[in-house]
């Protein structure tokens, strides 16, 4: 396996989606922080895949219950928050040192291999809008006020990525501002919700490890110490020392 990882047929990087697990990191740490009128303020992303996973999130028992439910109901709910990835940004003029070596955890054939070798840190920000949809103009103080007493000051969280922990940051900005139709025509059309927008910057580090330098990471336990035949003893008489066979000779 280790010659694999060396020629690069297998790629120590590419063992779990690092930005994948940033965001959902963020998702659940902010999920924990915001609601309006005690109910839980969800935060998605839109996606186009299967509906399975939102199901679970609601307490849907997939096997007994049809598993029907349309788009329109998944992300109409209110109150809401609709997250948009935006630019991931590197930062290569504060790279670490190329020559450090580190240690990371390698999933190959359903065996977990801990692996020694030169690896970077590389410092990454990734952009995110969020949007917030909600009902009332109460509301909307509300969340404001939530933000500023919750979410104002720096705010940090840690996944795990190649058997390390890695921290991650993200603060809001320091202005908020709700919108709103500020005049109703009466059509049927007509939005009566109000929105606060948010642009949030994620700050975090990957790990990035060179293949060529990895090598299988072993650690020696219980280690005896031993004493070479021609040790050293000291002359209690005069503090000097003097070389000589152990056991033979000499106090």
């Known amino acids: 396996m280790i010659k694999k990882v060396n020629k690069g047929e297998i790629d120590c990087n590419n063992q779990a989606l690092f930005f994948s ?42 096997s007994v219950e049809p598993c029907e439910i349309g788009e329109s109901n998944i992300y109409s709910v209110k109150p809401r928050c609709i997250v948009n990835v935006g630019s991931i940004d590197m930062i290569p003029d504060q790279l670490t040192n190329p020559y450090t070596r580190g240690v990371m955890q390698l999933e190959y054939n359903d065996k977990l291999y801990t692996l020694n070798g030169e690896f970077r840190r590389m410092p990454v920000k990734i952009s995110l809008d969020l949007k917030y949809i909600l009902e009332t103009f109460t509301d909307s103080l509300e969340l404001m006020q939530h933000i500023v007493t919750k979410l104002v000051f720096i705010k940090t969280y840690k996944i795990e990525y190649l058997g390390q922990n890695i921290l991650c ?56 110490n031993k004493l070479s035949i021609n040790e050293v003893v000291v002359d209690e008489r005069s503090n000097r020392t003097r070389s000589g066979n152990k056991g033979f000779g000499g106090r």
């Open 169 to 224: 940051s993200y603060k809001v900005p320091e202005t908020l501002s709700d919108e709103h139709l500020a005049e109703l025509s009466g059509d049927i059309n007509d939005s009566k919700d109000h929105f606060i927008n948010l642009s949030i910057e994620l700050e975090t580090n990957i790990p990035v490890f060179d293949n060529r330098t990895m090598v299988e990471h072993k650690i020696i336990t219980n280690p005896v």
């Open 21 to 62: 697990k940033v965001i959902k990191g963020f998702l659940l740490s902010i999920n924990e922080q915001l609601s309006i009128r005690g109910i839980p303020l969800p935060h998605m992303i839109l996606h186009t895949g299967d509906d399975t996973m939102w199901m679970e999130a609601q307490g849907y028992d997939c």
